[in-house]
């Protein structure tokens, strides 16, 4: 039987971690803060960041959550920025993406001062992460370190396979586990023969967005997989590809309309070593990360 990685698990030893670091700095007399700015009315990320605001509550970190109005423009955005780089209240700055179209994500993303990246977005970040050098990594992959290193799942020597190459986690993932001296090979939308690089797995990212893209037969028996994919499934067509015979997840489609699935496919799982949920994996460490690297930003403001 594979082994389940348990996100949520997972994520309440983190914030316990990080809950600890807290009480230690308050004892120092410093409590970390982090600023949330969100614009617009996009669902998800009206969750995201209540959600985020709500970890920070639960550990002892400060939060100020910004709303502008959706009008505001690039350049009130950066000066919002410019006011929250001087803040010394503030250890964190983090934008919840996606902004509004006539916002340059870009160019806001690159004013936020690297010390307080907490989101691990700014070149500055991601090209001391390259280098091996101390950054803040962005939390998704960071988590999907976490995950390996707290489960006593080795890296070193491992074959690692990343399929996909976005800036917010292919590459830093990617980054991340050749530091733990994994052999990595990236994977992407244009790599030929997919499936006889990724039957070489002995660790496995997908982080492509492609429902089920990794079926069984791309997959290594006995090797650990991490799905970082959340594709919605819509239609009863797409619903019986993945889920037919599942009497949860019917349910589940029944009482909602839709359910959540990664890029690898559920039968995939089933061979594995130890697999990552999708929902219930690597999306929880997210919001745990993004804490940890505001209680960093805060220790590395003060002894850099
Ligand atoms: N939107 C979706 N995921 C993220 C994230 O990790 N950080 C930010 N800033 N926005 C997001």
């Known amino acids: 039987m594979a082994q389940i990685l348990d996100g949520a698990a997972l994520a309440a030893a983190i914030q316990h971690d990080v809950a600890e670091e807290v009480k230690q700095l308050a004892a120092r007399g410093i409590r970390p803060g982090l600023a949330a700015v969100l614009v617009g009315h996009v669902p998800a990320s009206q969750i995201y960041v209540r959600n985020k605001v709500q970890a920070c509550a639960e550990l002892g970190i400060s939060s100020d959550l910004l709303t502008p ?26 934008i919840q993406l996606p902004l509004p179209a006539h916002i340059d994500s870009k160019r806001l993303l690159d004013a936020i001062d690297p010390a307080k990246d907490v989101d691990g977005f700014h070149p500055v970040n991601s090209g001391r992460l390259l280098a091996g ?41 990617a980054a991340l586990l050749l530091h733990a001296d994994a052999t990595v090979t990236i994977c992407h939308s244009k790599t030929r023969d997919l499936p006889s690089i990724t039957r070489q797995a002995d660790i496995l990212v997908a982080a492509i967005g492609r429902p089920g893209l990794i079926t069984p037969e791309m997959v290594k028996p006995g090797a650990t997989l991490l799905d970082v994919g959340i594709n919605r499934l819509t239609t009863r067509e797409a619903f019986d590809r993945f889920f037919q015979g599942n009497a949860q997840r019917e349910a589940a489609f029944a009482k909602r309309g839709s359910v959540i699935v990664g890029d690898i496919h559920p039968k995939a799982f089933e061979i594995a070593g130890a697999y990552t949920p999708v929902p219930g994996g690597v999306g929880l460490l997210t919001i745990a990360m993004l804490m940890a690297n505001t209680v960093r930003a805060a220790k590395m403001r003060r002894e850099p």
């Open 69 to 94: 109005p959706d009008r505001i423009t690039t350049e009130e955005m950066l000066a919002l920025v410019d006011q929250l780089n001087r803040r010394d209240d503030i250890d964190g700055i983090l």
């Open 133 to 173: 050098r101390p950054a803040l990594a962005p939390c998704t992959p960071a988590g999907v370190l976490e995950i390996l290193k707290r489960s006593h799942l080795p890296i070193a020597g491992q074959h690692a396979v990343v399929v996909g190459r976005s800036d917010i986690v292919g590459k830093p993932v």
